[in-house]
């Protein structure tokens, strides 16, 4: 069996079993959600790791250093949103390819250090090594007042709704744009903002587990792929309502409907959350959110029994969508 014929998750899955009592199965949330979570004397801490390749995970003719800097922090800390945590030390990992200038790496740690005023995080430090490609990792450490009180992906119940913040498919549409040359028109330019600079939201994270939410992740590669994670740890089944999503006015505009569509329900690197849990407290979440300048939190779907792991995005006949793509798998 080939990488590609396992898959990037089953290949996680692999591992985990030949690790067997090497990988930390007693911890919190062990190996298999956002980030993993230790308890210690006051709440919890939870640590997520995540990757930048060249190539794999963006290009230079698409966006620039200073914005791949700003993304190496983004994507991590957008594992701690997920988890409600708090953030922490950023320990940053560079591999740097034969082609790599010094401008390079001072346009990477310009975008590193806006993205880390932006939410709140400090680079606490790293490692940097020659390599025959480029590559930039981040581990994000965070913390939780109260290790019961986690975003978790196994926590979705029948019965709960599903919300989602922000508008996704943004950045899916951003790079549509950019690669057609459209970047310059004035339309494109939040969309293309949202695919080289997306967000992390941690606020929206710690809300929703003050709240008494549960379950949560984020969507970092389509919409129905990640809540496809959910309904599988949780034993449970998604519906999506096709209609109820929020896409991008601006993406409507200029891509049209369908490729919007299409876009919200795989495109990915939306960095956005989805939420599970009693549609009451959801809605309460929303207009919190509304009141206090978080982004919008609009309910998109419902938590059924089955079949287990089974998510599916309905149109408004209640006939199933089926997108060319559902999400992206890294070793696909």
């Known amino acids: 069996?080939?990488?590609?014929?396992?898959?990037e998750f089953g290949l996680i899955e692999r591992i985990i079993e030949r690790l067997g009592e090497a990988a930390a199965h007693d911890i919190l949330v062990p190996p298999g959600d956002d980030a993993a979570a230790w308890t210690h004397d006051v709440g919890a801490t939870v640590a997520t790791v995540d990757s930048l390749a060249e190539g794999t995970h963006w290009r230079?003719?698409?966006?620039?250093l200073a914005d791949i800097g700003w993304r190496c922090a983004a994507t991590s800390l957008s594992d701690l949103a997920a988890?409600?945590?708090?953030p922490g030390p950023l320990l940053i990992a560079a591999q740097l390819g034969p082609d790599v200038t010094l401008d390079d790496l001072d346009?990477?740690?310009?975008?590193?250090?806006?993205?880390?005023?932006?939410?709140?995080?400090?680079?606490?430090?790293?490692?940097?090594?020659?390599?025959a490609s480029t590559s930039f990792s981040a581990t994000a450490i965070g913390s939780t007042r109260d290790g019961s009180a986690l975003l978790r992906r196994d926590a979705a119940r029948p019965g709960d709704a599903v919300a989602?913040?922000?508008?996704?498919?943004?950045?899916?549409?951003?790079?549509?744009?950019?690669?057609?040359?459209?970047?310059?028109?004035?339309?494109?330019v939040e969309l293309v903002a949202a695919h080289r600079r997306p967000p992390a939201r941690l606020a929206l994270g710690r809300a929703a587990a003050d709240s008494g939410l549960r379950c949560a992740i984020d969507v970092s590669d389509g919409l129905?792929?990640?809540?496809g994670h959910v309904a599988a740890a949780s034993g449970v089944a998604i519906e999506i309502e096709a209609a109820a999503l929020p896409l991008h006015p601006a993406a409507l505009a200029l891509l049209g409907g369908d490729r919007a569509l299409a876009l919200a329900l795989g495109g990915g690197e939306d960095y956005?959350?989805?939420?599970?849990?009693?549609?009451a407290t959801l809605d309460a979440l929303g207009a919190d959110a509304a009141a206090s300048g978080l982004p919008p939190l609009t309910r998109i779907g419902r938590i059924t029994a089955g079949p287990p792991?089974?998510?599916?995005?309905?149109?408004?006949s209640g006939g199933r969508i089926d997108p060319a793509s559902t999400g992206w798998d890294q070793l696909r």
Do not use: H, K, W, Y
Request: include cysteine; hydrophobic fraction near 50%; aromatic fraction near 2%.
């Open 1 to 7: 069996m080939s990488l590609s014929d396992l898959g």
């Open 309 to 316: 792991g089974e998510v599916a995005a309905l149109d408004g």
């Open 83 to 86: 988890m409600g945590a708090e």
């Open 107 to 131: 346009a990477f740690a310009d975008g590193l250090a806006a993205a880390c005023r932006c939410f709140g995080a400090r680079i606490a430090g790293g490692n940097i090594a020659r390599a």
């Open 224 to 227: 129905l792929q990640d809540l």
């Open 60 to 64: 230079r003719d698409t966006m620039s």
């Open 272 to 279: 956005e959350l989805a939420l599970c849990g009693p549609a």
């Open 164 to 188: 989602v913040s922000g508008a996704p498919g943004a950045a899916g549409a951003g790079l549509t744009l950019i690669e057609a040359g459209r970047a310059s028109e004035p339309a494109a």
